[in-house]
């Protein structure tokens, strides 16, 4: 072991049981009953993971609102984090970023026509009270990175897992990644492995299994990223757009990767399978950007070689972007942003929203 890994295990791994420990303590707590669980009379279904950040909870949890909308009226319930604003904020067409946090904001654009309500608030419970006084026929709550929440007592827990970031090869906070001890995911109902290789064998399914070993009742499923046709962040680069295609691109053209997400390894790895040069612009989870970080964007598009260039983004970092009074006008025709849709792989039985179903109809909550 190096010696930096060396000092890092001495410094936090004492730390790290420590806090295996308050968090057990914690758990046993709601478990016994110490802590008081709200319980509703509307199925609430959380989404979240036990790793810090970078699983894929907003795409599933869009996912679960796309698939679920016509069966039901949803309510979708956030923290928002590094919003601006504090308790219960509703979104409304009025709604910025600041006030109820990037990814609330990109669900609500995304799903304001379907009637999908949106909201964010810190307190849960308090949330959903407020939501279900708001809308008295909402028929479901999804949650949004709260399987750690348990304040709320859920019909089902979702919880994703990475496949590059497996949760029984990690630690816990800080040495590690791990928000709580691998036994919590005995609370959960369904474990997704997220952004798994596009041809994924039967024996790497297995393997995953075998090293979660589940219980009988909770549900294994594997999910992957597919990445859609680049879509322009502003309407200056409508017209431009129709010239970008990815699969055309040559080692002549150039694309600067700009993201604020947790983890951009797998976008990058796709901007990597087209031809031409990418140079990464990278920033932390949910990065605000300043006056100062658009400067050194533009400083380094400009430095960038190439016969077309374009910024690409992904869609999380939109929000954050399109509304930024410091974007650069004349790059606002040259920046694109990536899609992508959850797919489920075909070694599934059945996809994440039939599951949900089959829970449900299971627990007589279909109406």
Same mark, same amino acid.
């Given at each position: 072991?190096?010696?930096?890994?060396?000092?890092?295990?001495?410094?936090?791994?004492?730390?790290?049981?420590?806090?295996?420990?308050?968090?057990?303590?914690?758990?046993?707590?709601?478990?016994?009953?110490?802590?008081?669980?709200?319980?509703?009379?509307?199925?609430?279904?959380?989404?979240? +993971?036990?790793?810090?950040?970078?699983?894929?909870?907003?795409?599933?949890?869009?996912?679960?609102?796309?698939?679920?909308?016509?069966?039901?009226?949803?309510?979708?319930?956030?923290?928002?984090?590094?919003?601006?604003?504090?308790?219960?904020?509703?979104?409304?067409?009025?709604?910025?970023?600041?006030?109820?946090?990037?990814?609330?904001?990109?669900?609500?654009?995304?799903?304001?026509?379907?009637?999908?309500?949106?909201?964010?608030?810190?307190?849960?419970?308090?949330?959903?009270?407020?939501?279900?006084?708001?809308?008295?026929?909402? =028929?479901?709550?999804?949650?949004?990175?709260?399987?750690?929440?348990?304040?709320?007592? $859920?019909?089902?827990?979702?919880?994703?897992?990475?496949? #590059?970031?497996?949760?029984?090869?990690?630690?816990?906070?800080?040495?590690?990644?791990?928000?709580?001890?691998?036994?919590?995911?005995?609370?959960?109902?369904?474990?997704?492995?997220?952004?798994?290789?596009?041809?994924?064998?039967?024996?790497?399914?297995?393997?995953?299994?075998?090293?979660?070993?589940?219980?009988?009742?909770? *549900?294994?499923?594997?999910?992957?990223?597919?990445?859609?046709?680049?879509?322009?962040?502003?309407?200056?680069?409508?017209?431009?757009?129709?010239?970008?295609?990815?699969?055309?691109?040559?080692?002549?053209?150039?694309?600067?990767?700009?993201?604020?997400?947790?983890? $951009?390894?797998?976008?990058?790895?796709?901007?990597?399978?087209?031809?031409?040069?990418? *140079?990464?612009?990278?920033?932390?989870?949910?990065?605000?950007?300043?006056?100062?970080?658009?400067?050194?964007? #533009?400083?380094?598009?400009?430095?960038?070689?190439?016969?077309?260039?374009?910024?690409?983004?992904?869609?999380?970092?939109?929000?954050?972007?399109? +509304?930024?009074?410091?974007? $650069?006008?004349?790059?606002?025709?040259?920046?694109?942003?990536?899609?992508?849709?959850?797919?489920?792989?075909?070694?599934?039985? =059945?996809?994440?929203?039939?599951?949900?179903?089959?829970?449900?109809? +299971?627990?007589?909550?279909?109406?």
């Amino acid at each position: 072991m190096a010696k930096r890994g060396i000092l890092s295990y001495l410094l936090l791994k004492p730390v790290s049981i420590v806090y295996g420990w308050v968090m057990a303590v914690r758990n046993m707590m709601f478990d016994k009953g110490i802590l008081k669980q709200t319980e509703f009379d509307i199925p609430v279904i959380t989404v979240g +993971n036990i790793s810090m950040g970078g699983s894929g909870k907003t795409p599933h949890t869009e996912y679960i609102l796309d698939k679920l909308t016509n069966d039901y009226h949803i309510g979708m319930l956030s923290r928002g984090y590094k919003r601006r604003t504090k308790g219960f904020v509703l979104a409304t067409e009025n709604s910025h970023v600041e006030d109820i946090g990037d990814e609330p904001y990109q669900i609500f654009q995304k799903f304001r026509s379907r009637n999908v309500m949106v909201a964010a608030c810190e307190k849960r419970v308090e949330g959903i009270e407020k939501m279900r006084e708001i809308d008295p026929d909402l =028929q479901m709550i999804v949650l949004d990175d709260a399987f750690q929440h348990r304040y709320v007592k $859920p019909k089902l827990s979702v919880v994703l897992m990475e496949f #590059n970031r497996p949760a029984y090869k990690d630690s816990m906070l800080p040495f590690g990644r791990l928000r709580e001890p691998m036994r919590a995911l005995n609370r959960a109902d369904i474990i997704v492995v997220t952004k798994c290789p596009e041809t994924m064998s039967p024996m790497q399914r297995r393997l995953i299994s075998e090293n979660l070993n589940l219980f009988p009742y909770q *549900k294994l499923l594997f999910s992957r990223y597919k990445y859609m046709r680049p879509r322009a962040v502003f309407s200056e680069a409508q017209q431009e757009l129709a010239l970008l295609d990815m699969e055309n691109l040559t080692e002549s053209d150039s694309l600067l990767s700009v993201t604020g997400v947790a983890n $951009p390894r797998p976008f990058v790895r796709q901007l990597r399978k087209f031809k031409a040069k990418v *140079k990464i612009k990278r920033f932390s989870d949910h990065h605000n950007f300043t006056q100062s970080d658009l400067e050194s964007i #533009n400083e380094k598009f400009m430095a960038m070689k190439g016969k077309r260039k374009y910024i690409i983004t992904t869609e999380k970092d939109v929000m954050r972007l399109m +509304n930024n009074p410091y974007f $650069p006008h004349h790059l606002r025709k040259l920046i694109y942003y990536l899609p992508i849709r959850v797919v489920f792989d075909d070694g599934n039985e =059945q996809p994440l929203d039939e599951v949900i179903k089959q829970l449900l109809r +299971n627990n007589s909550f279909i109406r």
